[in-house]
């Protein structure tokens, strides 16, 4: 990988180790040899061609199908960037080099670019339909296993916000914590004399248990399945004394509603655990 490449992965937020060390075993999964590229295509064969957009969205994901092209040694120029809004038909990355391993880097560089400009597009509609309130959309840890700093890299190219990034950055109590423990008092008390100035979010699903959550200190409040109703009560009782996310059957049909009842973020775990790929080809010259 170039210094140039790796200084702009380092710059998203991104490892550049972490993404080679995927993007190789993307491109090991294909096998030793094409074995429909290799007899027709000769050796000293080279193609041109432009990866597309076939639809409106926002991209992401670009610096990461560079580092394919890398490995393969394929020339590529980016004509996005990550978190552009783009128009079918409009070019994100123009390629050259021998066509066995143009070939070879397209659906490992698609899979990759797809994936994260649905997740960015996905965000984006998000976002776009939240305008005008203070609530963003945020993501959670319904990631796919090894993916998930790009997922939620891809989030935050749409305008979405990141939530923790696993279980060792910040403390989360639910349902499950709260039984155990005997009362949400109990759980928050026990984590703050382990973790006196770590990030706690207290997970709610009734008005009582906000008050209690309240009355602890608690500084993040997450409103599990409460109607809009329950949503806007909950804000007027805490009436800035901590931040609230709303989660739980939240659709995007529904986010601008949830948005207005005043809570801070909106918790969308399909952001990332079921995104529709964006739709792009490679056209070659």
């Given at each position: 990988?170039?210094?140039?490449?790796?200084?702009?992965?380092?710059?998203?937020?991104?490892?550049?180790?972490?993404?080679?060390?995927?993007?190789?075993?993307?491109?090991?999964?294909?096998?030793?040899?094409?074995?429909?590229?290799?007899?027709?295509?000769?050796?000293?064969?080279?193609?041109?061609?432009?990866?597309?957009?076939?639809?409106?969205?926002?991209?992401?994901?670009?610096?990461?199908?560079?580092?394919?092209?890398?490995?393969?040694?394929?020339?590529?120029?980016?004509?996005?960037?990550?978190?552009?809004?783009?128009?079918?038909?409009?070019?994100?990355?123009?390629?050259?080099?021998?066509?066995?391993?143009?070939?070879?880097?397209?659906?490992?560089?698609?899979?990759?670019?797809?994936?994260?400009?649905g997740i960015a597009?996905?965000?984006?509609?998000?976002?776009?339909?939240?305008?005008?309130?203070?609530?963003?959309?945020r993501d959670t840890?319904?990631?796919?296993?090894?993916?998930?700093?790009?997922?939620?890299?891809?989030?935050?190219?749409?305008?979405?916000?990141?939530?923790?990034?696993?279980?060792?950055?910040?403390?989360?109590?639910?349902?499950?914590?709260?039984?155990?423990a005997g009362s949400?008092?109990?759980?928050?008390?026990?984590?703050?004399?382990?973790?006196?100035?770590?990030?706690?979010?207290?997970?709610?699903?009734?008005?009582?248990?906000?008050?209690?959550?309240?009355?602890?200190?608690?500084?993040?409040?997450?409103?599990?399945?409460?109607?809009?109703?329950?949503?806007?009560?909950?804000?007027?009782?805490?009436?800035?004394?901590?931040?609230?996310?709303?989660?739980?059957?939240?659709?995007?049909?529904?986010?601008?509603?949830?948005?207005?009842?005043?809570?801070?973020?909106?918790?969308?775990?399909?952001?990332?655990?079921?995104?529709?790929?964006?739709?792009?080809?490679?056209?070659?010259?």
């Amino acid at each position: 990988m170039t210094p140039e490449l790796s200084q702009k992965l380092k710059d998203a937020g991104l490892d550049p180790q972490a993404v080679e060390n995927l993007a190789r075993t993307a491109l090991e999964e294909d096998g030793p040899v094409d074995v429909t590229s290799e007899p027709i295509f000769a050796p000293d064969a080279v193609s041109a061609g432009d990866f597309r957009a076939r639809e409106a969205g926002v991209v992401a994901g670009i610096p990461v199908a560079a580092v394919v092209f890398e490995l393969l040694d394929v020339a590529y120029e980016a004509k996005a960037a990550d978190g552009d809004r783009v128009v079918p038909g409009q070019v994100l990355i123009s390629v050259e080099g021998p066509t066995r391993a143009v070939l070879r880097a397209e659906r490992t560089a698609l899979n990759l670019l797809t994936h994260l400009s649905g997740i960015a597009t996905a965000a984006r509609r998000w976002t776009d339909a939240m305008e005008g309130t203070k609530a963003r959309v945020r993501d959670t840890r319904k990631t796919l296993p090894g993916l998930r700093a790009l997922q939620k890299y891809a989030v935050a190219c749409g305008g979405g916000v990141n939530h923790r990034m696993g279980l060792h950055d910040s403390a989360l109590i639910k349902d499950n914590h709260v039984a155990a423990a005997g009362s949400v008092t109990k759980a928050y008390e026990a984590i703050r004399a382990v973790y006196p100035s770590l990030h706690v979010q207290v997970e709610c699903d009734t008005l009582d248990q906000v008050e209690e959550a309240l009355a602890v200190g608690a500084k993040s409040i997450l409103l599990d399945n409460m109607t809009d109703a329950e949503m806007a009560e909950a804000v007027r009782l805490v009436a800035g004394r901590a931040e609230l996310e709303a989660s739980g059957g939240l659709t995007l049909e529904r986010a601008r509603d949830v948005a207005v009842t005043g809570v801070d973020y909106l918790a969308v775990g399909a952001l990332t655990h079921s995104a529709r790929v964006f739709d792009i080809g490679l056209d070659f010259s």
